[in-house]
């Protein structure tokens, strides 16, 4: 790479989107803290319909790394990496198929249960299956969880303790998205952990205890207002289970084949850790998770979103337009 040339990133944000507001305050988040010495950023904002502001033969010209920004369906479930890889942009972050396998939270459970971690009791439910409410109720005692099969940011999610909550809850997250999952209710104490590839070594971070203040769980509110929960890194737990967490984290971010960063969710009931999903485009708010985590570590933003920069050019190849 050039000595003492600038980098320049196109932060991508928005998109056909849930979660497309969230976006925005990460990509206007990552603009601010990247490091102006070191890089010259500009956005590029995806409109809700999917329309780009610019074509991407273009952006291949203008910019030498993409910044992904995006959550939720388009930008974290493979496809946008997909087309970045069509016209050989690099971009940060995993690539389409640990992207799209991670937002399958069905088949990410399985992945992990096959390989020794433990994740809640789910099935999949189709949202023209005329027996729903039988096969659930087949299947699971109150109290449990109905949410979108592939969304994040906590969209779509409802906790069923009473029967006559079922058909609301599917209603919620069927407008989310076609595919739900049905998932045993876990009660205990909500964790959260990071990893961050270091040239090329994916490190575990420290842990964040979670206890929401306006919720039962750590719905969206909960995520992105800064009253909304109690976070705590580290967590008020023993060095040894600290350590399990991190661990865990780790081992469903090799398995997933994640690249650059991940954030892995998790239940400690006792002491039993079951995984609940795994984030390959973790948020980067003011309230966000990773960057809590690494400043613990004595990272501060602008260096993390350097070092997640520099593994995607790393991944990717050099380049220094």
């Known amino acids: 790479m050039v000595k003492n040339k600038k980098i320049r990133v196109a932060v991508l944000m ?20 990247l490091d102006k010495r070191k890089f010259t950023a500009f956005p590029i904002k995806i409109e809700k319909d999917g329309t780009w502001p610019i074509s991407l033969a273009d952006l291949k010209e203008k910019c030498g790394v993409a910044f992904i920004a995006m959550h939720g369906e388009y930008g974290e479930d493979g496809q946008l990496q997909g087309t970045l890889e069509t016209f050989q ?7 389409p198929i640990a992207s799209a ?15 020794g971690l433990l994740t809640p009791k789910s099935i999949s439910l ?9 096969v659930i109720n087949k299947n699971f005692k109150t109290p449990f969880v109905i949410k979108p099969a592939d969304r994040g940011s906590s969209v779509g999610i409802s906790i069923v303790r009473k029967n006559q909550e079922l058909k609301k809850a599917l209603t919620n997250a069927f407008q989310y998205s076609n595919t739900a999952i049905a998932q045993n209710y876990i009660q205990g104490k909500e964790l959260t952990c990071g990893v961050l590839e270091i040239n090329g070594n994916p490190i575990p971070l420290v842990p964040t205890e979670i206890t929401p203040k306006t919720s039962e769980y750590f719905d969206y509110y909960a995520k ?18 600290i350590r399990q967490i991190q661990m865990a984290a780790l081992k469903a971010h090799k398995l997933l084949n994640c690249s650059g960063m991940s954030r892995t969710d998790m239940i400690l009931q006792g002491d039993n850790l079951h995984i609940l999903e795994v984030n390959t485009i973790p948020g980067m708010t003011e309230a966000s998770l990773l960057p809590q985590q690494t400043k613990a570590m004595g990272i501060e933003f602008p260096q993390l979103l350097e070092l997640i920069i520099r593994s995607a050019l790393q991944k990717h190849g050099p380049d220094t337009r």
Do not use: H
């Open 14 to 33: 928005g998109g056909p989107s849930s979660e497309y507001e969230v976006s925005l305050k990460t990509g206007e988040m990552v603009i601010k803290n």
């Open 89 to 95: 942009i690099p971009y940060t972050g995993s690539d």
């Open 101 to 115: 396998l991670a937002m399958n939270k069905q088949k990410t459970a399985l992945l992990l249960t096959k390989n």
């Open 126 to 134: 189709s949202k023209t299956d005329p027996y729903l409410d039988w």
């Open 224 to 241: 992105y207002n800064t009253n909304g929960s109690e976070e705590i890194t580290p967590p008020r737990l023993p060095d040894r289970t």
